[in-house]
């Protein structure tokens, strides 16, 4: 489905990701994790189409990303939820949510979309009115789930859903990302809580340096003693 080949990114003449390969198969659940600094969110952002790439190759379904601009991302399948979840704090969780909707393709469903993210997420579905930014953290990691979903991609990009959540709300929100992936959506998950998101994926890769350094099974890459030692203090 995505295929992301020798990719190179740079801010101004500094260099952030190094020939950066990936794939992602079609309903794969695929994580990427590395220490802070390491690229992660430059990763992420380049597949969405918020920062250019300068070299290499990203398809999707023979698709070429980098010939696109940014706003024709979503259009191919793409739906980001960033790091922060950056909703409109003054505007309702609905109307954050129908933003996500944009897409004329998305608009013909919107009100069984939000059904749909109210059914997967019930803590908000009483907050439908409320400002987005009267909302708890993890209810507004929620909202912010939801309304990349309301896009109907086929590609889910989450960046460190768990920043800032208590642990019983990241288990609900990981939750949730077992169950939008059971329906069949793909999904690229950067996240820093390593034992979490390598027991979610199918997939994974060690991103360090803007450099790809690791990559398999997760059971594999937990057997290996310097992931271990460097991600889960053993």
């Known amino acids: 489905m995505l295929d992301v ?40 952002n380049a597949i ?8 290499g190759r990203m398809t999707i379904d023979h698709c070429d990303l980098t010939a696109l601009p940014a ?7 793409i739906a980001l939820v960033p790091e922060g979840r950056r909703l409109f704090a003054r505007m309702s969780v609905r109307e954050n949510l129908e933003i996500g909707a944009y897409r004329a393709a998305a608009r013909i469903g919107r009100e069984a979309a939000i059904e749909s993210v109210c059914a997967l997420f019930p803590a908000i579905r009483d907050k439908l009115d409320d400002p987005a930014g ?14 990349a979903l309301m896009a109907r991609p086929r590609m889910l990009l989450l960046d460190e ?4 959540l208590s642990p ?10 077992r169950r939008i992936h059971a329906g069949g959506v793909s999904v690229l998950l950067v996240e820093q809580n390593v034992q979490v998101a390598l027991s979610l994926a199918d997939r994974a890769y060690v991103l360090e340096e803007g450099r790809i350094v690791a990559e398999g099974e997760p059971d594999a890459l937990l057997a290996q003693p310097e992931i271990q030692r460097a991600y889960l203090g053993l």
């Not at 020798?6 to 695929?30: C, F, H, K, M, N």
């Not at 708890?136 to 990691?141: C, F, I, L, V, W």
């Not at 859903?161 to 800032?164: A, R």
């Open 168 to 177: 019983l709300i990241v288990q609900d929100m990981f939750d949730a990302v």
């Open 134 to 147: 009267s909302l708890s953290g993890g209810q507004q990691q929620m909202v912010a789930i939801g309304r």
């Open 5 to 44: 080949g020798a990719l190179r990114v740079q801010y101004g003449a500094a260099p952030a990701l190094w020939d950066v390969s990936l794939t992602i198969g079609d309903g794969e659940l695929v994580c990427v994790v590395g220490p802070n600094g390491a690229g992660k969110t430059t990763l992420i």
């Open 71 to 77: 706003h024709r991302f979503c259009s191919a399948g």
């Open 48 to 55: 969405a189409g918020l920062h250019r790439t300068t070299s």
């Open 161 to 164: 859903p768990s920043l800032g």
